[in-house]
């Protein structure tokens, strides 16, 4: 049974990926009403044994969002890494999660292979019946989202994603379920009231700037690096600008040295000592006609050109708020730089790019990766 709200279909016609981000607060609402049956999966499938650890992996999003938990008992790896260098150090006390919403990405069912036979269990985080990691024979918990349209960015998913990655850790903590469901749902409802904001805020952002050279997604340690890498995909995903994600000290190292006069720096300062160090750095790289938005808790504004905040309440997951925030302004600048981001079929239509890209990910869908029509 979907325990997920039923998206409005006239506004999902109208525009589907706003959709998809404006229903993210009952998402998360929908988690906390399921986690009774997530603390019994939890138990079944995912106590690791003393010193085990809790290992998450997968590709794009799913990577983004497993190294977004590193700080709080989950230990992210891509795909590949489980099948490289991080398998074989793999024990039967580790518990391993593999992170696919088709369940079908060709690394990620490889890797999955390779870490259920290595440690003492693994499952699949999919939003289907599990595909291909079931077939492995993985026991699968879904995210349970109601599809709104087809190829569409990934946003409810990914909040959904690291959410419930959050709940295995705080699980395996043991911090009550009852607590975890209230840290939801006061994360649902400062969200919901921030939602506005932030879609202004991002299309003022799209609107002055788009005609901007490059983007640049700036943040600080693991966690934040994950969100400015997960916000830069969502530009690759939506638009044709160059974009690039980094650490907000050592980009004046290296990256900045390439970039070019005009560009647009989004700034994810994770504490008041990095947003001060941000705001050195929006105010030196004005200097080059460098414009940059904010993206921070009150009590982190760095001076950016624009900022968005909300309401530092406790209990509440800064990285799921900003998540939204990267979210519209990914929707916003696709529209003012000339692309759907709500069909994205300048991917599909580019079908040399397109086929190459299957051939490197999902060779099972190679077949249809040549027509616009049916690539998937």
């Not at 997968?58 to 891509?78: E, K, N, Q, V």
């Not at 850790?169 to 649902?188: S, Y």
């Not at 504490?271 to 750095?281: C, K, L, W």
């Not at 006609?289 to 900022?307: E, Y």
Request: glycine residues 10%; aromatic residues 6%; hydrophobic residues 45%.
């Amino acid at each position: 049974m979907n325990s997920q709200p039923e998206p409005d279909i006239g506004a999902a016609n109208a525009a589907p990926m706003l959709t998809d981000i404006r229903r993210q607060p009952d998402v998360l609402r929908g988690l906390a009403a399921r986690l009774n049956d997530i603390d019994a999966f939890c138990r079944e499938h995912l106590v690791p044994g003393p010193d085990g650890r809790l290992i998450a992996f997968g590709s794009g999003d799913g990577w983004f969002a497993a190294r977004s938990l590193a700080a709080d008992g989950i230990t992210p790896a891509s795909g590949l890494e489980i099948l490289g260098d991080v398998g074989p150090q793999l024990t039967s006390a580790d518990r391993a999660i593999a992170i696919s919403m088709s369940g079908n990405v060709d690394r990620t069912v490889e890797a999955a292979e390779v870490a259920n036979n290595a440690c003492g269990g693994a499952i699949c985080l999919t939003n289907s019946e599990g595909g291909r990691l079931a077939e492995l024979g993985l026991p699968n918990i879904s995210l349970q989202l109601t599809d709104i349209a087809p190829f569409l960015c990934g946003t409810s998913s990914f909040l959904a994603t690291r959410a419930m990655l959050g709940l295995f850790a705080g699980l395996n903590r043991g911090t009550p379920p009852d607590d975890l469901a209230a840290g939801l749902r006061a994360t649902a409802n400062v969200l919901e009231k921030a939602l506005p904001d932030a879609d202004s805020i991002s299309l003022k952002v799209a609107q002055a700037c788009a005609g901007a050279p490059g983007l640049r997604y700036l943040s600080c340690g693991p966690a934040g690096l994950a969100i400015a890498d997960y916000g830069a995909a969502k530009i690759v995903e939506l638009s044709g600008t160059p974009v690039w994600s980094d650490d907000i000290e050592e980009f004046a190292h290296r990256q900045f040295w390439t970039m070019s006069e005009g560009e647009v720096v989004v700034l994810l300062p994770t504490s008041p000592a990095v947003a001060g160090i941000a705001a050195e750095s929006a105010k030196a790289l004005r200097n080059m006609g460098v414009r940059s938005l904010t993206v921070a808790p009150q009590g982190m504004d760095t001076g950016g050109d624009w900022t968005f905040t909300w309401e530092a309440t406790p209990g509440v997951d800064p990285l799921s708020m900003a998540t939204a925030a990267m979210q519209f302004f990914g929707y916003h600048w696709a529209q003012a730089t000339g692309f759907d981001p709500n069909l994205r079929m300048h991917l599909k239509n580019d079908t040399k790019r397109f086929k190459t890209s299957r051939m490197l990910t999902r060779r099972s869908l190679l077949a249809q990766a040549g027509n616009a029509k049916t690539a998937v």
